[in-house]
């Protein structure tokens, strides 16, 4: 934990200038997000365990401290970005329209095989079906995104992006049972 509370003496300074937590270009909200989601977690253990603090390299951060680094990470996902968009696909008024998606990028009355959904891919219309609920892999470190079909790198949601967003927007709008009886 006491390297992702940007505060904290050894936090990493892998971050976009927004603080966004940074580690790759290929999918980079994974990593944002999986560790915003422990964030959470580790705040509702130290709730249920009454451990009211934790020291990194002398500095005390709370259960509150893990849950606002969390609620940081979740926000830029959801807008509060220098692009102004979410990167959750359906959230909000501007999020991807070009989402590398199968299930997306063809209209759902196609008559098509494989060969053919590639008018689909290479089409400069955006997708007829919203992926309602997908994370998209996000900005470059530059925090740029460049919403085209053609670029997965940014534009591909995956489960595992989308599994673990579930799981932090969750925790972040309650916290366990057993954690509110200690509050």
């Known amino acids: 934990m006491c390297g992702l509370l940007p505060k904290s ?3 990493t300074s892998s971050r976009t200038d927004s603080g966004l ?3 790759t270009q290929w999918n980079a909200l994974q990593h944002p997000v999986a560790s ?3 964030a959470v977690v580790y705040s509702d253990y130290m709730l249920t365990s009454k451990t009211g603090k934790m020291t ?4 005390e951060y709370t259960p509150s401290d893990l849950r606002k680094f969390a609620m940081s990470q979740a926000n830029y996902v959801l807008g ?3 692009a102004k968009m979410s990167y959750l696909v ?3 008024d501007k999020y991807p329209q070009y989402v590398h998606h199968r299930g997306a990028s063809i209209p759902t009355d196609a008559d098509t095989n494989c060969k053919e959904g590639w008018k689909y891919l290479d089409s400069t219309e955006p997708n007829p079906n919203v992926a309602t609920g997908a994370l998209v892999g996000g900005p470059f470190l530059n ?3 460049i919403d085209s079909r053609n670029n997965s790198i940014q534009g591909e949601p ?5 599994a673990v967003i579930v799981g932090l927007l969750s925790g972040l709008v309650s916290t366990s049972s057993v954690v509110q009886s200690f509050t």
């Open 158 to 162: 995956t489960t595992y992006n989308s």
């Open 80 to 82: 509060d970005n220098p």
């Open 9 to 11: 003496p050894t936090a």
């Open 143 to 145: 925090e740029t995104y």
């Open 36 to 38: 915003a989601f422990l």
């Open 56 to 59: 990194c390299d002398g500095n």
């Open 21 to 23: 937590i940074w580690i």
């Open 90 to 92: 359906g959230y909000g």
